[in-house]
């Protein structure tokens, strides 16, 4: 593949950048420099002339114990695996050593021929301050760590204070900080004893005393060590305080005695957790401390089912044993910031601080309620012990413990009546969606006025799938969001036998405003065989009564299921069938809806199919998630076709949103330009395959979309097995037609 950069339009973009931007080619373990920019040849004091001549030349004038992280620097370049960064030293044309910090991407490969982009930063000066500041902090260690206690002398006219060894006025290791009050670096102090510190010393200045803190100081290591200063002010003859004075013990063995004391008294004996009473009071502080309600906490309460069994059959020990494995994996899974407590006698009790998506409280709780898992045998049979959870969050839930345990519990509640072995976020349906909206408008928190939806389901529903698009956790939310609204009984996506749906079994089933048991893997199963054999009968959404179904086996599921009536739509993809949605009514009413709201149902159903079509493409090609994540929120109409197959992989919000006729895998000239054949002059047909950067551009008539559109198309990806074209689509009309 031919590189040609144009240097015409590289100069006008860069040249006025401070960094040093660089090309280079590499082949045959060759680095050849293609291109420099104006700022690399300033940074180093080269002409164009002196500077290209160093770049071909560059491993000669690097220092010989720092080409080992140049030359793996260059390996991990070529590996493709994003950008890469490296620090070495070289000596210029004067004999000076500079440090260049180099970050490297792979712009382009063909055969053996690599194009490495680059940014070149000279941190000479950045380098040689962290070696001063190292030097300093390795003597401040050296005397801080020395054996006998230190003398404390601040001086507060000439604003300096020197720490010295007790006894030697003549120290050589002393240190000596200027303008200590006007900069007041407190780096090097904990930061939960700075405000502490500030405060004693302010005192001191303010009037003669005398007054003692116990504080933590940061080794140059990066641990820190309690001291404890003994501090007095002394009144100058002018009448105000010039000097303090005083001592630093070195009090870390005692400390961290006192300190592994008081944890012992608070921690649960058995799980080595916080104990209740400690756990909900670290809760309810941080609660009282927490005022920025734009950050997402969370109330958990892990319950274990059928714990009481275990006792009663095994005995105390046994149980104890269980206690303490959960407790020592709860651990693990939680982050050091986190509150994670032993509750009542088989519960545990978990306050999440800070997650950034609903998602990731619904694969923690996910995981959790998998791991959780407990087979015992006894002589009469096996205790199965699992784990139910219920979780509220802060601040849509409540704002203070009481407020949140009290969902909490309701929550638990519901998954404990809906089988165990579950896990259930209070509302997590209209929570979810609010969050999104909230998001989307980019507004705070109104406590007042709560959790109201001021948009169309069909809105809401696309702003929960956009929240995270990779994960299954809005697929949920989106179906209980319909369950609600459309006040179904139960609701499910089902996979096909084979399950070539991108979801997990823990995710294939919800349920929502019925009770029913834990299902085995084994009626999962059957479910999804009956759906399959449905679909051969009903192709399309349709509401199929029980006294719809002609063969008598199809009866007896519904019967054995306690359906009704249901509401069917079988997702398809590429013409085979995948699998399908499901809403149950479980009670004598029949389902019935009008024209209108079938429509409605049509539209949610068909976004929703999408979104579990476009998860398997993401999951195919892995590298480009998140680059058709920014597609989906393009302002223009955008579509990526197997060229080789014509069929639709992808399609984004916009053409969801705007044409319902068109979905993942159909034939794209059939989808839009409506057509029985392929296009005579095919606009992917006009591109290189074998250049992954060929563009080409046409104006044409969108017949889906009922509109003149401008189209662009560019290669997605390129391989000879899965070539996948993008179609950027603009709308004209008003241009064209003008």
Known sequence: MAFDINVEEFNSM????????????????KLSPIYANDGFF???????????NYLKAAERSIIPEDIPIYEQGIRDVLKDDGSVEVEFRTVTGSGNIRWLQVRGNLYARQGSKYIIVTVIQDITEKKSIEEELQLQA?????????????????????DVVVIRDSGDHLAVGEIIMNSYRQQFDVSNIHEEDVERYRDVFDGLLKSPKHDTIEIRTKRFDGDYTWYQLNLTSLLGAEGYV??????MININNKKLQEINLQLQAEKDALTGLYSKEVARQLIQNALFEESDEDVLNALMIIDLDDFMKVIELLGYSQGDKILEETGLYLSKVFKGSDIIGKDEDDRFIVYIRNFNKFSELDQLCSDIVKNVDYKLFHEKGEIHVTCSIGVAVYPYHGTNFDELMDKVNRALTRAKANGKCMYRIYDAAVTMAYHAMRKSEDTPY????????NRSTEELIMLVLLEDKVLEAALKASIELITVRYKFHRAYICGNEKGSLPLSNEVQFYVHGCEMGHESEEHYALRRVFFEVLYESYKNCSIIH??????EEMRLFFQAEGIKSLLYYPITSKGEYQGAIVFENREDVQLEFENSVMEELRSLFRIIEAHILQIGLMDRLGDFATQIEMLDNLDSFVYIINTDTHELSFINKKILMQSPDVKIGDICYKAIQHRDTPCEQCIFSNMNKNDSHDRHTEEMFNYSLRCWCRCSASWLECKEENTLGMLNCIDISEYFIG
């Open 242 to 247: 010039t000097r303090i004075v005083g001592r």
């Open 42 to 52: 300033r940074m180093l004091g080269y002409s164009k002339t002196v500077g290209m």
């Open 138 to 158: 390795e003597r401040l260690h050296i005397l801080l760590e020395a054996e006998g206690e230190k003398i404390v002398d601040y001086n507060a006219k000439t």
């Open 546 to 551: 029980e006294y719809d179904l002609g063969a």
């Open 14 to 29: 860069i040249n006025n950048v401070i960094a040093g931007i660089c090309f280079f080619e590499y082949e045959n373990n």
């Open 446 to 453: 109104n406590p007042e006025k709560g959790m109201k939806l």
